[in-house]
């Protein structure tokens, strides 16, 4: 890292250090990281307080229950349709002679939220239709703790042009724990960035091993728990790879200076070498709410945030590093990252519709990354060569975005389909003669 423009995230300085109570703006708040920050908030009063909350609606009495507890004024929802259950477990919440809180409904609500009056807002979305908010929020001048990493993956170069100095601050555990070892020391001093991997699932598998591996077996994470997409991330270590683009964006290292390093105990969630030779890690046992707390209370530490370590008891902690042949998504992460443009948005979007067809059945494992990889080769030899700069070099625009992701999607749909059609095809084909007929 060397001494050029501050980055989108950097520790040394505090975009809005206000010190007493701050108002807070979650989106995605039946989600994991919602829920999460939602009981942090709950639990300091006097440091937070909940002004507004968005979800996709299909929960709609968690969110009438987190409405009243948290007293918000605005409660918005991306499907419409779900507005009259939600209105409907407001009342029941509420009683018959309290108001409700205003209801937005729409693709656009959480963006309109996002830019709404508060000191931060959580972008705890899941996919790349955080980005909208996550530019709405930068653009009102709010604090975003972000935790839809795939706002910085699909749309990094639009996020680097409207975001100030330290007005982001990273949710995610790897990159809040980065965000931590990077406080304690100059930029100019750091050499590398670890980020550390749990491994998920499969750990020690050969990709011979992977073949035959159900949602089931995928979705039994060994240490975090997250939504379905989210933990097949884990499990083929997408994630990690859209962690490492991340890392690239937020922190101004060069990809060859970021690596990944497999700890299946999730203790110590991310580490920097500096220059010298040393190396800080951050480390908490595994919970979320740790990381929500830096990215809702920074430059302040919120007390009992999270469970701390109780070193009365022997533990230990291990480091191996990562099978590429197993899991190559982290090498095809960096990639896509160093090609930059569109091409990050369409290994997000195809992993996405990949993910989506291994878990309802029309799908095997290895043939997630196995079409993700086939979709990315076609959008830079045929689709993105036929196209203007702006899908592939440095000039990028939502709508280039969005159009590569619909594009993305569609190849991947069809792709994984011909896959599951060869596969049923072989099956067929190696069943006895009787079977067959």
Not at 213 to 242: E, Y
């Amino acid at each position: 890292m060397s001494d050029s423009p501050a980055p989108l995230a950097d520790p040394h300085i505090a975009f809005d250090p206000t010190e007493g109570r701050r108002d807070i703006v979650v989106l995605g708040s039946t989600g994991s990281i919602g829920t999460q920050a939602i009981d942090l908030v709950l639990r300091h009063p006097d440091r937070f307080r909940v002004t507004a909350l968005s979800a996709a609606g299909g929960r709609p009495a968690l969110l009438a229950e987190q409405a009243r507890r948290l007293r918000v004024r605005t409660v918005a929802v991306a499907r419409e349709d779900t507005v009259p259950a939600l209105r409907e477990a407001l009342r029941a919440q509420y009683g018959t002679g309290e108001p409700l809180p205003e209801i937005l409904a729409g693709p656009d609500a959480a963006t309109e939220l996002a830019a709404s009056d508060c000191h931060t807002v959580l972008n705890g979305i899941t996919g790349s239709i955080g980005l909208a908010p996550t530019l709405a929020a930068l653009t009102a001048g709010r604090t975003l703790a972000l935790a839809n990493k795939e706002s910085l993956i699909v749309g990094g170069p639009l996020v680097k042009a409207v975001a100030k100095p330290g007005q982001i601050i990273p949710v995610d555990s790897e990159h809040a724990a980065l965000f931590q070892a990077l406080a304690s020391g100059s930029r100019a001093d750091v050499r590398k960035l670890v980020v550390t991997a749990s491994g998920g699932p499969f750990r020690g598998r050969t990709r011979a091993e992977l073949a035959h591996v159900t949602p089931r077996d995928a979705l039994a994470h060994p240490t975090w728990a997250m939504g379905p997409v989210i933990t097949i991330n884990s499990a083929t270590l997408v994630n990690k790879g859209l962690e490492v683009i991340e890392a690239h964006l937020l922190y101004d290292i060069p990809f060859e200076r970021i690596e990944v390093v497999v700890h299946p105990q999730s203790y110590v969630h991310s580490m920097v070498e500096f220059s010298d030779g040393s190396t800080l890690a951050q480390a908490t046992p595994p919970d979320m709410r740790g990381p929500i707390a830096i990215g809702l209370g920074w430059p302040w530490r919120v007390p009992d945030a999270a469970p701390a370590f109780d070193w009365t008891t022997a533990s230990t902690w291990e480091f191996f590093p990562l099978d590429t042949e197993a899991f190559p998504s982290v090498g095809l992460a960096r990639q896509v990252g160093a090609l930059g443009g569109t091409a990050p948005a369409v290994f997000n979007a195809a992993n996405e519709e990949c993910v989506d067809a291994f878990l309802a059945g029309r799908l095997p494992f290895n043939g997630i990354m196995d079409t993700v990889t086939e979709v990315v080769a076609e959008h830079g030899t045929v689709y993105g060569a036929a196209q203007d700069h702006s899908r592939t070099g440095t000039s990028l625009t939502v709508a280039d975005v969005l159009e590569a992701e619909t594009w993305a999607r569609a190849r991947a749909r069809e792709k994984a389909a011909a896959l599951a059609d060869q596969l049923a095809d072989t099956i067929g084909e190696e069943q006895p003669a009787e079977a067959r007929a």
